[in-house]
Nanobody, 124 residues
Framework: QVHLTQSVGESVQSGGSLKLSCLVA????????MAWFRQAPGKEKEFVAA????????LYADSVKGRFTISRNSTWNILFLQMNSLKPEATAVYYC?????????????????WGLGTQVTVSS
């Protein structure tokens, strides 16, 4: 069984930065890909970033390229999402997700395991 434990909600002003974390409890991460999705009020959950556990071939949504970075601490099994130059439209609940696969994917229905979400609020 996989358990994903996310950090608490955070707030920041427009232009600021936040770093989200997700503690991954799984017996084998060698063939795991991780992702971040987000869901804004009244909108569908959308892809943000994904990568294999060892960091190869990361994928990013066009809206966050160059500003967001997905990474992990392999010693402590923590997945991160560094978010820079945040805009108010980034306000959403952010979810980390995991699946057993060799390649990252943007498709939310391909991820079997989900964290409970972290509320991110960006004020103008």
């Amino acid at each position: 069984q996989v358990h994903l434990t996310q950090s608490v909600g955070e707030s920041v002003q427009s232009g600021g930065s936040l770093k989200l974390s997700c503690l991954v409890a799984w017996r084998s991460l060698d063939t795991t890909t991780m992702a971040w999705f987000r869901q804004a009020p009244g909108k569908e959950k959308e892809f943000v970033a994904a990568s294999e556990w060892f960091g190869r071939n990361p994928l990013y949504a066009d809206s966050v390229k160059g500003r967001f970075t997905i990474s992990r601490n392999s010693t402590w099994n923590i997945l991160f999402l560094q978010m820079n130059s945040l805009k108010p439209e980034a306000t959403a609940v952010y979810y980390c997700a995991a699946r057993t696969a060799d390649e990252a994917s943007e498709q939310r229905n391909e991820y079997a395991y989900w964290g409970l979400g972290t509320q991110v609020t960006v004020s103008s």
